[in-house]
Every structure is written in C-alpha cells, then in structure tokens.
C-alpha cells in the first residue's frame, strides 16, 4: 500500500495538469506501474509466462512497456508514457523522470546486461534513446530525442545524436 500512496504522491507532485487524486488513478504511468510491480513479482519467482503476459496487457492499456525482468527504483514518473519502452535488464534507480517515446534498449550486440542503468534524480526527454549497456550517472538531464550510446558522468546535460555532454 505504501508503493501506491508513494507514486500518486510522485505523479502529483511532478505534473502540474493533475487536479485530484481520482485523476491520478487514471493516468498511464500508475497503471503501468501497478502493472510491472505485479509482473516483477512474478518474474523474480521464474513464472515468466505469467509475468510476460501481465507486462503485455499493461502495454496495450497504457503505451508503456515495461518488461517484468527490468529493475526499477522508488519514484518513477513517466509523463503522457506512450511509446515508452524498458529493456529486460534495465536498471532504473530512484526519483526518475522520462517523457514519452523513451527507449532504455539493447544495441543487438551484447549477450547478458544488454540495457542501460539509469542512476538517481535523472531527466530523460521525449523521445531519447538510451541504447546499451551503459551507465547513465546521478543528476543527469537528457534533452529530447538524444541518442545516448556511452557511460555518461554524474551532473552533466546530454544532448544530439550522438548524445554529447554540453553542460557539466
């Protein structure tokens, strides 16, 4: 219950459009985050035909998509969500923020860790990109549409494609 109380606190907080608690029940990111807790659960016990199939009905009610296996910290907040998809091993620590059409993917290229990790108090913009197995450090803002395919630092803004850093 304290999972629930947390994110209708984070989504009221973060998105200035919320106007009642009711509202929030509503919102893309709660559901898909009801949605992966479950999922998550199910996967940790090796019941992945369940876990899979909760992960792909949250997908089609919300737009996110989520995979039971990935990791994911305290305080998530993904704003509008369609679009928004999180790799197997994706690593998400505590007070994130992404927008919609974000991708914490693979490269294809890699065997085992294929996604990123996304450390504390990072800002990911529409439509960024984050391909890998690669570290994205604490307090890190990525711009809009980035293309991120290296370990960035902690406290620095990332932008273009390929991500590069322009503010430290």
Sequence with gaps: MNFIKEQIKVIKE???AVTSTLEVLMYP?????????????????NHFLIARYISEKAKRKTGIEIHPGATIGRKLFIDHGTGVVIG???VIGDNVTMFHGVTLGGTGKEKGKRHPTIRNNVF??????????????????????AVVLKDIPAGVTVVGIPGRIIKK
């Design 88 to 90: 197997e091993t994706a």
């Design 124 to 145: 990911i913009g529409c439509g960024a990109k984050i391909l890998g197995n690669i570290t994205i450090g604490d307090n890190v803002k990525i711009g809009a549409n």
């Design 14 to 16: 973060k998105d200035p």
């Design 29 to 45: 990111c709660f559901k898909a985050m009801l949605y992966y807790k479950v999922s998550h659960y199910f996967y940790q016990k």
